[in-house]
């Protein structure tokens, strides 16, 4: 009997933990809850993993459709990088890794944006500084990671290009914050 239950117990689980299977993140899904404002889970991958995006050049995504989806897929390199945002990892990291969180978080949370890429990524950079500060930021780090979660914000929203018609990220009515200020 002793032998069926170590046999079951391995069993159950090898297949609770697949191999190869993107690793999950409780602290990242905690955070990421907050923003969908429902219970959410955060994947992170490697890019030769089954959940990887081919080709897509995402750092970060979430399936369709929306309504449905309870989960998103994160770089594992910004899952590190957000997990630990006050490590040694490059600020750009760290920076782009909180602000991938708190987008696709955006992506899950049910309201009637949640599809617009530029509704969500302006809450995203809106809201940078408390997803910093609620992944254990200290104000120190949350200061020195702000100029390049918004350097990434204007880079992702196509501000090198503003005659192109081509800028989904781009919101016209989206009132960023300042880099100086609080």
């Not at 219970?39 to 081919?54: G, M």
């Not at 390199?77 to 040694?88: H, T």
């Not at 920076?95 to 617009?116: C, F, Q, T």
């Not at 503003?162 to 016209?172: E, G, H, N, Q, T």
Request: net charge negative; with cysteine; proline share 7%.
């Amino acid at each position: 009997m002793k032998r069926l239950l170590i046999i079951l117990s391995i069993f159950a689980l090898s297949a609770a933990y697949p191999v190869g299977a993107a690793v999950q993140r409780p602290k990242l899904a905690a955070v990421a809850s907050v923003f969908a404002e429902r219970p959410v889970r955060v994947k992170c991958y490697q890019p030769e993993e089954l959940d990887a995006p081919e080709g897509i050049g995402a750092w970060g995504y979430v399936n369709i459709p929306l309504a449905k989806a309870r989960y998103m897929h994160v770089s594992d390199v910004m899952c590190n990088a957000a997990r630990d945002v006050n490590g040694d990892a490059p600020r750009w990291q760290r920076a782009l890794g909180v602000l991938v969180i708190v987008h696709e978080a955006y992506h899950l949370r049910r309201w009637g944006a949640a599809g617009d890429e530029a509704k969500v990524e302006c809450r995203a950079i809106r809201h940078w500084r408390v997803g910093a500060r609620l992944l254990g930021a200290t104000e120190e780090t949350v200061t020195e990671l702000w100029p390049y979660a918004i350097a990434y914000h204007y880079r992702l929203t196509g501000y090198e290009d503003l005659w192109s018609d081509d800028r989904p990220y781009y919101d016209p009515g989206c009132d960023v914050p300042p880099i100086g200020d609080e």
